[in-house]
């Protein structure tokens, strides 16, 4: 990004929030971007049960639906590009070299700017905390009068710039509609407390078949859009009264519900920062900004303004990284071996305390907030490197991002039941070593592999220890942040038919999870568990046999080197 763009942001961002305060720079060292440029910048059963079986049977519509909004966006892009390239060919060509990023040339290490919290701030009651006067909601037939064009059906509340068709939109239950105004008139006057008490009683309004006037008419997708709207504003009750905690299940289920509503993911994210989890809080910055320009969004401003807070985020998870730090690497060009032992030979020389295992992330390509814009595919793409003080947590991520279906197998007994200390221990390893390390890999990779290190099955797996030491809440929290990664998925990526069924199955047994529902078959989370302890145990197997047969080899050798000097000096 150049000089000229860095100031159009800033001026952007003070055309927003006039009182916005310039980014001081920071001089923290955890993190280096190698760059020829600066850079800137609880919900009831019968609920769950009513709402979640809809969800599972409309999992595959909203994967056919993904795909279409993506090959829209794609032939957009193609215009884009056929214009772009004809205008190209009448200008002089330029050098190559001058637009490639390559690791050859003069790497400049800069620190990571610091964006003050009031700037955050500012963009929460921007994009975050709006109320409208009337409940409108966006069902499909609203978007042909509006300047949005969000290419589904699950979408939200209209923006206050952009008034919907009124005529077109289903009507909405009349009881549901009198608690929806009661509670917005409480959250106007910040009764927080009772307004979240109307919101629930929508809710469970809601739950009861009162969505819409005509509810055996009515979608599964518009009747998800009416619950996805109580339960943002759930969130944002919870928000002004300060407990974030009680707010986040509430976050995950409108994004379950509405996967493709920017502000769910924002709201979201906000969440995770008053949690202070702030790579989570980065990564649904990151899919908010994303599906905001995947939906259609035009508005720039907006689009900076997410991008500010993704920025922050990332800043915020570095800076309190204790066991490791970071360092991106811009390249254009396909990354050879020679060019990783450079990288790591730069990352050794600027964080020297970090050097006990380097691991360089070839899985998937990452973007910066500064530098990416959807629209322009590819978006500027980096390398990341990260540097750990423990050599263990290096070693473990190098293991679990060459599988193929990512399993936690740190086992004594690999097919031995875990006694509760182990399942203590485990859990302590995979909540505040492993699981953090791939939160913040994922802060800045929008679609990596789905099975490679993707961090869902991790967290599935993580709930079954939680599950194993009875802490149900915990579990919940853990389930429905999974659910919720799990339907985007389809947004961010292009998924095969078996991963298809491998979500949807994944899916299922996440709501039956969650209504507490046994059956004889284990969850699909635990099956791939184990058979990742049967890898791993065919390794050990083979590298025992290799080592074995290494030793036996170097004996005969031995002794028949004995042999010969034997019979030489007789």
């Known amino acids: 990004m150049d000089s000229g763009s860095s100031r159009n942001l800033e001026n952007t961002v003070n055309r927003v929030h006039p009182d916005q305060l310039i980014p001081k720079i920071n001089t923290s060292k955890k993190m280096s971007t190698l760059a020829n440029q600066p850079s800137i910048l609880e919900m009831s059963q019968e609920f769950k049960k009513s709402c979640g079986e809809k969800q599972v049977e409309i999992t595959a519509e909203r994967i056919k639906m993904a795909k279409s909004i993506k090959e829209k966006q794609s032939n957009d892009l193609e215009k884009v590009a056929f214009k772009r390239k004809a205008e190209n060919e009448e200008k002089p060509a330029a050098k190559k070299e001058a ?4 690791l050859d040339s003069t790497l400049v290490t800069m620190p990571l700017p610091h964006i003050p919290l009031k700037n955050i701030m500012d963009v929460e009651v921007k994009l975050v905390y709006i109320d409208e006067e009337d409940v409108n909601y966006e069902f499909v037939e609203s978007f042909m009068s509006t300047g949005i064009r969000p290419m589904c059906r699950a979408a939200e509340i209209v923006d206050p710039l952009h008034v919907p068709n009124v005529s077109f939109l289903p009507q909405i239950d009349k009881w549901l509609q009198v608690a929806l105004k009661d509670a917005s008139s409480c959250y106007r006057q910040k009764k927080y407390a009772v307004a979240a008490g ?3 009683t929508a809710l469970e309004l809601c739950s009861k078949g009162a969505a819409l006037g005509k509810p055996f008419e009515a979608s599964a997708e518009d009747i998800s859009s009416v619950a996805s709207f109580i339960e ?4 944002t009750c919870y928000l002004r009264m300060r407990k974030p905690d009680l707010a986040l299940n509430h976050a995950h289920r409108s994004i379950v519900l509405n996967p493709a509503y920017f502000r769910n993911h924002l709201r979201q994210a906000t969440v995770f920062r008053c949690l202070e989890r702030y790579s989570e809080a980065a990564r649904s910055a990151m899919i908010a900004d994303y599906m905001f320009w995947l939906c259609g969004g035009s508005e720039q401003c907006i689009s900076k303004l997410i991008k500010l807070y993704w920025q922050a985020m990332i800043e915020e998870a570095i800076t309190r990284a204790e066991s490791f730090s970071v360092m991106y690497t811009p390249f254009a060009t396909k990354i050879r071996a020679d060019k990783i032992e450079k990288v790591r030979e730069v990352f050794t020389k600027t964080h020297p305390a970090y050097v006990e295992y380097i691991y360089t992330d070839l899985q998937g390509l990452h973007v910066l907030p500064q530098t990416v814009d959807w629209s322009s595919f590819p978006p500027q793409q980096y390398l990341l490197t990260l540097g750990f003080k423990n050599k263990e947590d290096g070693k473990f991520l190098e293991k679990l991002s060459s599988r193929k ?3 936690f197998t740190e086992h004594k007994t690999p097919f031995g039941l875990l006694t509760k200390e182990d399942t203590v221990r485990h859990m302590e390893t995979m909540g505040k070593r492993i699981l953090p390390i791939l939160d913040f890999i994922r802060s800045t990779q929008l679609n990596g592999s789905f099975h490679g290190c993707s961090g869902v099955m991790e967290k599935l797996q993580y709930a079954s220890l939680l599950s194993g030491l009875q802490r149900v809440k915990e579990q919940s929290q853990v389930i429905n942040q999974a659910m919720a990664e799990l339907a985007t998925i389809p947004y961010l ?13 994944l899916m299922a047994d996440a709501m039956d999870t969650l209504e507490g529902r046994r059956n004889d078959k284990e969850r699909v989370w635990n099956t791939i568990q184990k ?14 046999f290799l080592k074995t047969k290494k030793l036996r080899t170097a004996r005969r050798q031995k002794t028949k080197l004995k042999r010969l000097q034997t019979v030489q000096q007789s």
């Open 198 to 200: 109307q919101f629930r």
């Open 493 to 505: 990526q292009d998924i095969s038919q078996q991963e298809a069924e491998l979500l949807q199955s």
């Open 232 to 235: 943002t504003k759930l969130v």
């Open 405 to 407: 279906l990512p399993t």
């Open 99 to 102: 637009k490639i990023t390559e």
């Open 531 to 544: 058979v990742g302890r049967i890898e791993d145990f065919l390794y050990q197997l083979e590298d025992s």
